[in-house]
């Protein structure tokens, strides 16, 4: 069965430095997302992706983020200049055609540390 | 803000069927409800969803009220592994179809 992957499954990094978070969608999906979860708070949308842009952005979602979908496959969050309130469990997920019912699925997470 | 409530928690002996209710007052009439559970820090984990009519699988089966206002998750046997926080979630179909979780209901299934 097709699954979201996600790389690294931890990453721990200094404040101030900049993090990359990896994902791989399911190969025909076609509409990509980022949420992440504060330890032991509510999973939050972060920001959606569709036909290489993004199409929604939640506030949180500020200038220190960015999204790529650099080849076609691989899907990525970065993070210019980490802050410790960055630390969190970030998610990836993608699904084809969400209005007409199929689902979102969600890789595993990335555990993000920030010292 | 989550368009739905759910209780905070509930306890399920083992083997017997638990149910998980929801409600959702405000849906309008093309939203989805659907149902997620996430285990310890995993990725939430899709179980079913559904418009309008009762929806069964592998997994579970959902029970959606005739007004479309109320639902419940039924879990028919439930294991320890089952033990998990669930979520109701109406999806926004207004933009990009993004999903609000509330807080969910932490489950804990009792040996």
């Known amino acids: 069965e097709p699954e979201v992957t996600q790389t690294p499954s931890h990453q721990v990094t200094q404040m101030g430095q900049e993090v990359i978070l990896r994902c791989v969608p399911i190969?025909?999906?076609?509409?990509f997302y980022w949420y992440r979860q504060i330890l032991g708070q509510k999973v939050e949308f972060l920001v959606s992706?569709?036909?290489?842009?993004?199409?929604?952005k939640s506030e949180i979602f500020d200038d220190q983020f960015s999204v790529e979908r650099p080849d076609g496959s691989n899907f990525t969050l970065k993070i210019r200049s980490t802050k410790l309130e960055d630390s969190a469990m970030y998610f990836c997920?993608?699904?084809?055609?969400?209005?007409?019912?199929?689902?979102?699925?969600f890789g595993p997470g990335t555990r993000l540390t920030v010292l | 803000d989550a368009k739905t409530t759910q209780p905070t928690s509930m306890d399920c002996a083992e083997g017997r069927a638990a149910n998980l209710p929801c409600n959702h007052s405000t849906i309008s009439g093309n939203e989805y409800v659907y149902w997620y559970r996430q285990i310890h820090s995993q990725g939430p984990q899709y179980i079913i969803h559904g418009l309008k009519n009762n929806e069964t699988n592998e997994m579970a089966s959902l029970i959606i009220t005739e007004d479309r206002k109320s639902s419940t998750l039924i879990l028919p046997h439930a294991t320890l592994r089952d033990t998990a926080v669930y979520y109701c979630i109406v999806r926004d179909t207004s933009g990009t179809y993004k999903y609000i979780f509330g807080t969910g209901t932490r489950l804990k299934v009792l040996a």
């Open positions: 997920a993608s699904s084809r055609q969400p209005g007409q019912g199929p689902s979102s699925f």
């Open positions: 992706f569709y036909n290489n842009e993004i199409s929604e």
């Open positions: 190969s025909n999906h076609l509409y």
